[in-house]
Nanobody
């Protein structure tokens, strides 16, 4: 069974940056696409970014491509989400997923 654990969230000031990590245990990570989603209070979960099994194909949610970068290292069984120029509207719980399993989420709060 695949187990996903996110880390790296916290409090960041507007305009700041943070890098989230997702460590994957179990399963064969190199055959699965991976994704990051987020959910803000009172809002539906939305796609942030996805990455193909080999790491070359990426896709981003609206208004995120210019600020966020998704990457992966299958040998380290890790997927990252680099987030730059964060704004208060980026405040949310961020989840890692392979669409069969979901992590527990990591909170990112953007506030001065």
């Amino acid at each position: 069974q695949v187990h996903l654990v996110e880390s790296g969230g916290g409090l960041v000031q507007p305009g700041g940056s943070v890098r989230l990590s997702c460590v994957v245990s179990g399963g064969s990570i190199d055959i699965n696409a991976m994704g990051w989603y987020r959910q803000a209070p009172g809002k539906e979960r939305e796609m942030v970014a996805t990455i193909g099994p080999g790491g070359k194909l990426t896709n981003y949610g609206d208004s995120m491509e210019n600020r966020f970068i998704i990457s992966r290292d299958n040998a380290k069984r890790t997927v990252w989400l680099q987030m730059n120029d964060l704004q208060p509207e980026d405040t949310a719980v961020y989840y890692c997923t392979n669409w069969l399993s979901w992590g527990q989420g990591t909170q990112v709060t953007v506030s001065s």
